[in-house]
T-cell receptor, first 113, second 114 residues
Framework: EPEVTQTPSHQVTQMGQEVILRCVPI?????FYWYRQILGQKVEFLVS????????KSEIFDDQFSVERPDGSNFTLKIRSTKLEDSAMYFC???????????FGPGTRLTVL | DQQVKQNSPSLSVQEGRISILNCDYT??????FLWYKKYPAEGPTFLIS?????DKNEDGRFTVFLNKSAKHLSLHIVPSQPGDSAVYFC?????????????FGQGTTLQVKP
């Protein structure tokens, strides 16, 4: 069964450093998403991506964040200068259509020290 | 921002009985609702969805009911099994935006006792 994969499973970084979180969505899906879940809180939408551009982003997704689909299979989330409050589980998701169910990856746990 | 609420943080039921998980929403623009199950250290797994044009959708042991006038939906699991023990998230989207953005509730931890 096709699945969304994410690497790394756990990333530890120092405050102010750049991190890139990687995702491989399901191959025939066209819509891609990033969500995050801070420990003890709800899953929050960050950004949606379709046709090589951002279709919607949340208030959390400020200038420190960027997304890219560099090669037709990977979908990446970059945080330019990490803050302590960026520590969270980051989930990538993909869907066939924007109005369809989204399939989530296992997540990357980001720890900012 | 509490557009989607799951007011019960936890629920415990006996194996074989019915589990009922509840979710309320406030945004009238939501027209598509989903339930996800999540185990520790894994991503959310899609369970079942319902469009606002329906009031019920069934898939095996899982049934979702939607009451639009009350802005309420519920997930019924019958019969409950120990393997159903997980965190259940309700999520909603406004299809008109077509970006697929999901708004999640806080989750309900279900424990099914053998």
């Amino acid at each position: 069964e096709p699945e969304v994969t994410q690497t790394p499973s756990h990333q530890v970084t120092q405050m102010g450093q750049e991190v890139i979180l990687r995702c491989v969505p399901i191959s025939n899906h066209l819509y891609f998403y990033w969500y995050r879940q801070i420990l003890g809180q709800k899953v929050e939408f960050l950004v949606s991506f379709y046709n090589n551009e951002i279709s919607e982003k949340s208030e959390i997704f400020d200038d420190q964040f960027s997304v890219e689909r560099p090669d037709g299979s990977n979908f990446t989330l970059k945080i330019r200068s990490t803050k302590l409050e960026d520590s969270a589980m980051y989930f990538c998701a993909s869907s066939d259509r924007g109005s369809d169910e989204q399939f989530f990856g296992p997540g990357t746990r980001l720890t900012v020290l | 921002d509490q557009q989607v609420k799951q007011n019960s943080p936890s629920l415990s039921v006996q194996e074989g009985r019915i589990s009922i998980l509840n979710c309320d929403y406030t945004n009238s623009m939501f027209d598509y609702f989903l339930w996800y199950k999540k185990y520790p250290a894994e991503g959310p797994t899609f369970l079942i969805s319902i469009s606002s044009i329906k009031d019920k959708n069934e898939d095996g042991r899982f049934t979702v009911f939607l009451n639009k006038s009350a802005k309420h939906l519920s997930l019924h699991i019958v019969p409950s099994q120990p393997g159903d023990s997980a965190v259940y998230f309700c999520a909603a989207s406004a299809g008109s935006s077509n970006t697929g953005k999901l708004i999640f509730g806080q989750g309900t931890t279900l424990q099914v006792k053998p």
